[in-house]
């Protein structure tokens, strides 16, 4: 069955009457097109009953045939209004579901264009079947956790004292492409104090001896999946014995969190076991973040692992275990591994040593 017919019976059953998405990962998840967030309005109008159209520029019509998506495709030329068009192509319906990453002006747009619809959030059915991979989804993140790991591998060739983070960054990133990925999505090169921000990405710093060194990377491969995948780093020297302490908690309660994690436990059990362990060593409060989210075409979606998520793991959910310990203002740890949950356990997608990396 078609991604999107899937898509169209959830929106049948729930009362929506038609699904409008934009470009993003919901379009390319539903339709496998990867239309540009472009000013020109790109949209799939998805009836709850009957054939879907994908409406494009006319100057971006050879392009949708190209992809090859399976509906019919309206063009509008640049002096029609295509907010007229969808409207149009909806008709005259009670409840559209509007994609969540629709721009504002779009949403008001369409708003004006069908004044008696009403809007709803059409995320959340989307997000129904996206948060369970199959088979293909599950092949690809394991081909986009491969890449990453061998990035990983490579790490020893450019981090070194003397070189700034941007540097070993500009490394990494030439390296994610070369592995595999069609573009980078994120580097994060922290050295040093700049460790113990969890979204640092990179500054002019001078990696010294003996900093500890966050590396937490990821890219988007050609099907579309993502990778995320940290690991930690030991510029030469010898690490703080107040790091290899906190370092030997985190792996600990990694460690614990792997081993838990399968179906039929709930998302914030995954998070509190590793919780509890940092906490009882007396670091509780330097665990500023969740342990993980979900990954896919987005590289964060549901579900995620987080305290007042009771959602119950199922078969086919792939999110990171990635828990923190921050000391702000000296040098932070994250440990973290995109999993899969399968028909009894757990598969992990990133394999390379989850230890302090001297190099």
Known sequence: MNTWRKAQELAAQQGIDALLVTPGADLRYLTGYVALPLERLTCLVLPARGEPTLVVPHLE?????ASGVDTAIASWQETEDPYELVARLVGDVATVGVDDHMWASRVFALQAAMPTARQ???????QQLRIRKDDT??????????????????VGEWLRPGRTEREVAADIARAI???????????????GPNGA???????DRVIETGDP????????????YCSDSTRNYLAGGTAPAAYREAYAVLEAAQRAQLEHARPGVTAESVDAIGRQIIADAGYGELFIHRTGHGIGQETHEEPYIVEGNGLVLEEGMAFSIEPGIYFDGQFGAR?????????????????TP?????L
Request: proline share 3%; glycine share 10%.
């Open 61 to 65: 019509r050879q392009a949708a045939i």
């Open 120 to 126: 709803v959030l059409a995320g959340p059915l989307v």
């Open 137 to 154: 989804e599950i092949a690809a993140l394991r081909d986009a956790g491969a890449a990453i790991d061998r990035v990983h591998e490579r």
């Open 177 to 191: 492409i070369d592995e595999g990925h069609e573009t980078v999505d994120f580097v994060i090169v922290g050295s």
């Open 197 to 203: 921000s969890p979204h640092h990405e990179v500054s």
């Open 213 to 224: 060194v966050v590396v937490d990377i990821g890219g988007t491969m050609p099907s579309g």
């Open 335 to 351: 440990i973290e591994d995109i999993v899969v949950c399968t028909a009894d356990g757990l598969e992990v997608l990133n394999n």
């Open 354 to 358: 989850r230890g302090l990396v001297s």
